[in-house]
């Protein structure tokens, strides 16, 4: 067993949480049992998640997207009242790290997709909110595009949508997990060889082409289990607690 507060204070130090500009609030967002003897993690607060934590005992729940974000309306709404009410009945407490986690350069998403594709973590890149939340990754021996594009397929564990419009051989290579196509024009603007993020935008396909730029979309779901997963393993390892990852697939 180990105190939730202790380690939530832990991850917040570790990722810079409360400094951290962000789309929502990173931290415990719904406090449960005080004490933990397993924690869940997930990419996406949902009922579908809260549901498989409870049935599997979790204490706590740590998930990348959280429950509360600025674009959502300020009212607590039917599906919100049956998410809360399985932590509430399931007395689990909910912590989530968005941005922060994304950023990290150990055990943030982008840093361990650079690591899990062979490539050499570089500059921090990817402005979100004032700060950079991903890392150009390099090669110096280059990678062959398709051989990146079928490392890619088996990291993510599907084909990504991809714009093969630049060089035969990828030396550099942007990288920000989820929903970052408003990255490319860095990436275009440093000069990259490839971008690599979650999900495509309707204007990138034209910025490839015309400037010569790998675009590859793997998903936004599949780019973002790495860092969140990490924090379980972390956590577990730290505070002797039991760790368990749900995977809830999501296609997009």
């Known amino acids: 067993m180990a105190e939730r507060d202790e380690i939530i204070a832990f991850l917040d130090e570790l990722l810079d949480a409360s400094d951290f500009p962000d789309y929502g609030p990173n931290g415990l967002q719904v406090p449960g049992a005080d004490e933990v003897q397993l924690v869940a993690t997930g990419v996406s607060a949902h009922r579908e998640l809260f549901e498989r934590a409870a049935a599997d005992g979790a204490d706590l729940v740590i998930a990348h997207h959280g429950l509360f974000w600025d674009f959502h309306p300020r009212v607590v709404s039917r599906a919100m009242k049956e998410r809360l009410r399985i932590l509430f009945d399931a007395d689990i407490s909910l912590a989530g790290y968005h941005l922060p986690l994304d950023a990290h350069p150990e055990v943030g998403n982008n840093a361990l997709i650079c690591a899990e594709l062979g490539l050499e973590l570089s500059e ?58 408003s990255s490319f024009g860095e990436a275009i603007a440093l000069g990259l060889d490839a971008f690599l993020t979650g999900e495509p935008a309707e204007h990138v396909m034209a910025d490839a082409r015309e400037n010569a730029v790998h675009y590859i979309a793997a998903g936004h779901y599949a780019t973002e289990t790495f860092g969140v997963r990490r924090l379980g393993e972390l956590v577990a390892e730290r505070f002797g607690v039991e760790h368990r990852f749900i995977d809830a697939p999501n296609p997009i």
Do not use: D, M, N, Y
Request: glycine share 18%.
């Open 124 to 181: 921090p890149f990817g402005e979100h909110r004032g700060r950079k939340v991903g890392f150009v990754g390099r090669s110096q021996e280059g990678v062959p595009f398709a051989e990146l594009q079928e490392s890619c397929a088996r990291l993510f564990g599907q084909e990504p949508f991809v714009w093969a419009t630049g060089p035969a051989t990828v030396h550099s290579i942007g990288i920000v997990s989820g929903g970052a196509a």
